[in-house]
């Protein structure tokens, strides 16, 4: 078992995921990207590939369990496409920064420099291994319940509207950068509720003006949420 210091370090995130691990030692496996066990071989410290392996068939299956049965009239090959849409490097990748999960991966050196923290192929490959980690320390629905609880109306507004997941502060950040000395700046105007179930309020400012408000369990969710009703109000996006 890892020193209680490791498990301090590591509680936002499973504030932010909503599932508290039993065995800590299988969630740092999951954030251990290959470059850093390589890096420390002679420590024999396991990467997350394995893990990943195992959760790229869970999440597979959970799916397509939930397109299964939420959509009936659907033949095989709509849901083949939906899923391989839901079920991609971007979504993943998605899936992994709403609840800040490149904030705890254990990179090497070389990953940590060239901005590996915040790359798609690997914050997806880290978002499989977590739901790995969290099947082996639990069970099957366990696992299919968490990750419909903090994915499903995402999982919803992706197929309805027939696209992947947006990234909104990026596509604000790049309509505003159209414009001369903008300057884009999140501020968390009130918290509600209790640490394990706490919602975020933020505003979204323009050169000092509020553009946009939102909010979500997590800050990087609100800031989501934040630009959003910002592309909304200038009309660069439809509800």
Known sequence: ????????????????????????????????HSSYANEH????????????????????????RY???????????????????????????????????????????????????????????????LVGAMYMDSDFETTNRILLENFEADLVYAISKGVLFIDYKTKLQEHLQKRAKTRIEYKVVKEVGPDHNKIFYINVLVNDKVVGTGFGRNKKEAEQMAAKDALLILGEIDE
């Open 1 to 32: 078992m890892k020193e209680s210091k490791e498990i301090i370090w590591l509680e936002p995130l499973q504030e932010n995921l909503r599932y508290r691990f039993k065995n800590i030692e299988l969630l740092i496996t999951a954030l251990t």
């Open 41 to 64: 071989r002679l420590k024999d410290i396991e990467s997350n590939e394995r893990l990943e392996f195992l959760g790229d068939s869970i999440i597979n299956f959970i799916v397509s």
């Open 67 to 129: 397109l299964y049965n939420k959509y009936p009239n659907y033949p095989e090959g709509e849901l083949t496409k939906i899923r391989a849409k839901v079920v991609c490097e971007s979504s993943l990748a998605y899936a992994a920064r709403k609840i800040e999960l490149g904030k705890y991966l254990l990179l090497g050196k070389g990953e940590e420099a060239t901005g590996g923290r915040d790359r798609d192929s690997i914050l997806a490959d880290a978002s499989e291994a």
